[in-house]
């Protein structure tokens, strides 16, 4: 069955599968996409978890938010374990016509980037049917906001500390979604809680595709980007207008922008709200500014680059 | 004996075992000396005679990741490694036992780097022993395949639901060709039903697996987890009497030969009982008894079996094939001495190691380990060190 595309969030079912009352912090993104995911996504499906907020914060015995299956098995191996999952339904269905359920899997940015990016290259290569859902804080969260191949250039974390002589982290981000459509997948995206109707839209394309999907979502981190949890949907919504963080979609070989941006707003404006870029506003760290600056524009035009080849 | 005479060697017999149990998922990483399981299996299902999803992951980590998925799901699920593989797979190990995933996994048992070594120590057994998985361990090819399909019996009862191990030695029973009866399909079949899961993932009855536990619970779970353990030896023992009426082929705990009047005794594991047996019957034509005393089921371990075999003799001497290092004593040696402490008599225990990567383990060694035996007994007390046999001399 195919799934339906929406235009407005009155359209977005009313029926919660992610119970309230778990404990990710005020103004965490990640509920965001989970509460989405788990409509977007029709039954029966099951919900695979890596190791960290998410899954700590959610799922404290006795008490559970998950109202339909949900397993944790470690940190670095949940595309793995998901990969067990569905090849298990897939034969148990046709030996014993179980019914086969749709795969979600969540893993923060450090089970995603790093530590369990050999279980997902796998998994994509082995064309196991799953929506992959990284969901990006840029750091390692659960344990303290260390710096993960995804921590942005100039973030300070507990292991890039803006310092003296080292200004916070110095490497770019890994790109996930060009690593996953390497792989030869048919839907990739990016996604942030600011455009919800964006988001499930991508969801729901991602579950009519057959074979593994990849979603990268920006989510707000107000414990570890030290910012008031209130302004958490206003630092999510500049990220994407500063083209920090470009929503935008691979599908069957065509790249598409999904929200484009005309006029950015300046980088200055999403750092400002943020204690983890707040060095780079003064003046010593000027040069690292300008490289970020940089790596942005020259990010954007790399991405508009490649949505007009395949217009 | 019953069933059909035919030669294969143990991988291709525990590959022929997990066919025939109708395993539902295989997820499998190539890793000497127990590849030809991996290579049999993909054969079996590429051509058509195992109706099994074949997983052919990218890692050992990611192999054992996948089966612990499968099994909750309620599949049937079998992997099998050695060595590297298994220490690779070190951090599942727990959580596949913790969440009660009764996975079947056979080792090709194979010494650990460095130095790189493809053949057989029994390092990756030991190095399980902690995790909760039950572990048993073949002699010869006859038990790999018998062993592989009690252990998804007992793995998968409910009173047990643990994965677990079937040991054979690497290229000794891995790789050596040697007759074996199997059985027919249907009769394993009866044996073997189709796998009952408790509480598998269902979309209509959602279940939280694997949360977080605070101080407040994590005690009380592993107590529960702990209490599992205390049945399986019942349940073990209830498996092998099943296999023996359809089989007639005996198996026990705790296997004993020549123990009857002797003072002296080894005890072993894996192949080199046979080596053993053997030994001791060329002793006793010189009028020396040497017990020997080899487990079958390694964990649980048969603490009670062992110390009533164990309580009569003087001497005996405890062989590892692995070294524990910076131990008070190499791993099954800890294990004997543990479990013979609280018993009234006790023999004076000396650890012997032996066969590291593959080093052979003769007749000869037996008959050095006895005269050993002999002097330790004369002096009444027992060695410092280990003793190693087999150590290359100048
Ligand atoms: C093998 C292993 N190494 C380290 C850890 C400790 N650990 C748990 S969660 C985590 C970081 C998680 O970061 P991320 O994936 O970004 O998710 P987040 O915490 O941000 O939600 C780490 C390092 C672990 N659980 N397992
Ligand atoms: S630390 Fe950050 S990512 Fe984790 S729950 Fe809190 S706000 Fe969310």
Redesign the pocket.
């Given at each position: 069955m195919e799934l339906k595309t929406i235009k407005t969030l009155k359209e977005i079912p009313r029926e919660e599968q992610f119970a309230p009352g778990h404990r990710l912090c005020a103004g965490c993104g990640i509920p965001q996409v989970v509460r989405l995911a788990l409509k977007a996504v029709p039954d029966p499906k099951v919900v695979v978890n890596?190791?960290?907020?998410?899954e700590v914060a959610t799922t404290i015995f006795p008490y559970t938010s998950w109202g339909v299956p949900w397993v944790h098995i470690?940190?670095?191996n949940a595309a793995a374990v998901a990969s067990g999952i569905e090849a298990a339904f897939k034969i148990l269905s046709k030996k014993y016509g179980v019914e086969k359920p749709k795969i979600i899997v969540f893993?923060?940015?450090?089970?995603t980037f790093d530590?369990g990016f050999q279980a997902l290259s796998g998994a994509l290569e082995r064309g196991h049917d799953m929506i992959y859902i990284c969901y990006d804080?840029e750091?390692?969260?659960?344990?303290g906001i260390q710096r993960?191949g995804a921590t942005p250039k100039g973030a300070s974390t507990t292991t890039s500390p803006a310092g003296k002589v080292v200004p916070g982290k110095l490497e770019r981000k890994k790109n996930l979604i060009e690593i996953a459509i390497a792989h030869g997948i048919r839907y990739a995206a990016t996604m942030n809680p600011a455009f919800p109707v964006d988001m499930y839209n991508k969801i729901v394309k991602a579950a009519n595709t057959p074979g593994p999907t990849v979603l990268h979502y920006f989510t707000p981190c107000p414990t570890g980007w030290y910012f008031d949890p209130s302004r958490s949907i206003e630092v999510a919504r500049l990220a994407v207008q500063t083209r920090i963080w470009p929503l935008y979609e691979y599908d069957n070989g065509k790249i598409r922008i999904t929200v484009p941006v005309k006029e950015p707003r300046p980088v200055e404006d999403y750092f400002k709200l943020q204690g983890r870029f707040r060095h780079l506003l003064e003046p010593e760290n000027k040069w690292l500014l300008e490289e970020i600056k940089r790596d942005i524009e020259e990010n954007w035009q790399k991405l508009m680059r490649m949505a007009e080849q395949s217009k | 004996m019953k069933g059909k005479l035919v030669g294969m060697n143990g991988d291709r017999a525990v590959a022929y075992a997990a066919k025939q149990a109708k395993v539902d998922v295989i997820s499998a990483y190539p890793i000497t000396p127990q590849t030809i399981i991996v290579e049999t299996l993909a054969e079996y299902v590429n051509n058509g005679e195992l109706d099994a999803a074949f997983i052919p992951v990218e890692s050992e980590h990611t192999a054992l990741s996948a089966a612990v998925g499968a099994s909750l799901a309620g599949a049937r699920v079998f992997t099998a490694t050695s060595s590297q593989g298994l220490a690779l797979m070190y951090?599942i190990l727990w959580i596949a036992a913790g969440l009660r995933a009764p996975i079947v996994m056979a080792i090709g048992n194979r010494a650990l780097s460095p130095n790189i070594n493809i053949h057989c120590s029994h390092d990756d057994a030991y190095a399980a022993r902690d995790t909760g998985w039950l572990q048993f361990f073949a002699e010869n090819v006859q038990e790999a395949y018998d062993l592989t399909l009690m252990a998804f019996r007992v793995a998968e009862d409910e009173r047990v639901l643990l994965p677990t191990i079937v040991n054979l030695d690497g290229f000794i029973l891995t790789h050596a060709l040697e007759g074996l009866y199997v059985l027919e399909d249907a009769e394993v079949d009866a044996f073997l039903p189709k796998r009952k899961p408790i509480n598998p993932i269902d979309p209509k009855n959602p279940k939280t697996y694997g949360p977080l536990d605070f101080t407040d619970w994590y005690m009380e779970h592993k107590r529960l987890q702990f209490e599992v353990y205390q049945k399986v030896g019942g349940v073990v023992r209830e498996v092998f009497d099943e296999y023996e009426k359809l089989t007639g082929r005996h198996y026990q705990p705790v296997k004993t030969f020549n123990v009857e009047g002797a003072d002296k005794a080894i005890v072993i594991l894996g192949s080199s009982a046979g080596t053993a047996r053997f030994a001791a019957r060329k002793l006793a034509e010189k009028g020396m008894k040497l017990g020997v005393v080899s487990l079958t089921q390694y964990r649980p371990f048969p603490v009670a079996e062992l110390r009533k075999v164990l309580e009569s003799f003087d001497v005996v001497a405890v062989l590892d094939r692995s070294v524990s290092f910076g131990s008070p004593g190499n791993q099954l040696f800890m294990d004997v001495s543990t479990a013979l402490y609280s018993s009234k008599k006790r023999p004076i225990l000396v650890n012997v190691v032996y066969g590291l990567g593959g080093r052979d383990f003769t007749p000869l060694h037996v008959e050095r380990i006895y005269a050993a035996l002999e002097e330790v007994q004369r002096k009444g007390e027992a060695p410092e060190e280990s003793l190693w046999v087999g150590l290359r001399e100048g």
């Amino acid at each position: 069955m195919e799934l339906k595309t929406i235009k407005t969030l009155k359209e977005i079912p009313r029926e919660e599968q992610f119970a309230p009352g778990h404990r990710l912090c005020a103004g965490c993104g990640i509920p965001q996409v989970v509460r989405l995911a788990l409509k977007a996504v029709p039954d029966p499906k099951v919900v695979v978890n890596a190791t960290g907020c998410l899954e700590v914060a959610t799922t404290i015995f006795p008490y559970t938010s998950w109202g339909v299956p949900w397993v944790h098995i470690a940190f670095e191996n949940a595309a793995a374990v998901a990969s067990g999952i569905e090849a298990a339904f897939k034969i148990l269905s046709k030996k014993y016509g179980v019914e086969k359920p749709k795969i979600i899997v969540f893993g923060g940015d450090g089970g995603t980037f790093d530590i369990g990016f050999q279980a997902l290259s796998g998994a994509l290569e082995r064309g196991h049917d799953m929506i992959y859902i990284c969901y990006d804080n840029e750091a390692y969260m659960n344990t303290g906001i260390q710096r993960s191949g995804a921590t942005p250039k100039g973030a300070s974390t507990t292991t890039s500390p803006a310092g003296k002589v080292v200004p916070g982290k110095l490497e770019r981000k890994k790109n996930l979604i060009e690593i996953a459509i390497a792989h030869g997948i048919r839907y990739a995206a990016t996604m942030n809680p600011a455009f919800p109707v964006d988001m499930y839209n991508k969801i729901v394309k991602a579950a009519n595709t057959p074979g593994p999907t990849v979603l990268h979502y920006f989510t707000p981190c107000p414990t570890g980007w030290y910012f008031d949890p209130s302004r958490s949907i206003e630092v999510a919504r500049l990220a994407v207008q500063t083209r920090i963080w470009p929503l935008y979609e691979y599908d069957n070989g065509k790249i598409r922008i999904t929200v484009p941006v005309k006029e950015p707003r300046p980088v200055e404006d999403y750092f400002k709200l943020q204690g983890r870029f707040r060095h780079l506003l003064e003046p010593e760290n000027k040069w690292l500014l300008e490289e970020i600056k940089r790596d942005i524009e020259e990010n954007w035009q790399k991405l508009m680059r490649m949505a007009e080849q395949s217009k | 004996m019953k069933g059909k005479l035919v030669g294969m060697n143990g991988d291709r017999a525990v590959a022929y075992a997990a066919k025939q149990a109708k395993v539902d998922v295989i997820s499998a990483y190539p890793i000497t000396p127990q590849t030809i399981i991996v290579e049999t299996l993909a054969e079996y299902v590429n051509n058509g005679e195992l109706d099994a999803a074949f997983i052919p992951v990218e890692s050992e980590h990611t192999a054992l990741s996948a089966a612990v998925g499968a099994s909750l799901a309620g599949a049937r699920v079998f992997t099998a490694t050695s060595s590297q593989g298994l220490a690779l797979m070190y951090e599942i190990l727990w959580i596949a036992a913790g969440l009660r995933a009764p996975i079947v996994m056979a080792i090709g048992n194979r010494a650990l780097s460095p130095n790189i070594n493809i053949h057989c120590s029994h390092d990756d057994a030991y190095a399980a022993r902690d995790t909760g998985w039950l572990q048993f361990f073949a002699e010869n090819v006859q038990e790999a395949y018998d062993l592989t399909l009690m252990a998804f019996r007992v793995a998968e009862d409910e009173r047990v639901l643990l994965p677990t191990i079937v040991n054979l030695d690497g290229f000794i029973l891995t790789h050596a060709l040697e007759g074996l009866y199997v059985l027919e399909d249907a009769e394993v079949d009866a044996f073997l039903p189709k796998r009952k899961p408790i509480n598998p993932i269902d979309p209509k009855n959602p279940k939280t697996y694997g949360p977080l536990d605070f101080t407040d619970w994590y005690m009380e779970h592993k107590r529960l987890q702990f209490e599992v353990y205390q049945k399986v030896g019942g349940v073990v023992r209830e498996v092998f009497d099943e296999y023996e009426k359809l089989t007639g082929r005996h198996y026990q705990p705790v296997k004993t030969f020549n123990v009857e009047g002797a003072d002296k005794a080894i005890v072993i594991l894996g192949s080199s009982a046979g080596t053993a047996r053997f030994a001791a019957r060329k002793l006793a034509e010189k009028g020396m008894k040497l017990g020997v005393v080899s487990l079958t089921q390694y964990r649980p371990f048969p603490v009670a079996e062992l110390r009533k075999v164990l309580e009569s003799f003087d001497v005996v001497a405890v062989l590892d094939r692995s070294v524990s290092f910076g131990s008070p004593g190499n791993q099954l040696f800890m294990d004997v001495s543990t479990a013979l402490y609280s018993s009234k008599k006790r023999p004076i225990l000396v650890n012997v190691v032996y066969g590291l990567g593959g080093r052979d383990f003769t007749p000869l060694h037996v008959e050095r380990i006895y005269a050993a035996l002999e002097e330790v007994q004369r002096k009444g007390e027992a060695p410092e060190e280990s003793l190693w046999v087999g150590l290359r001399e100048g």
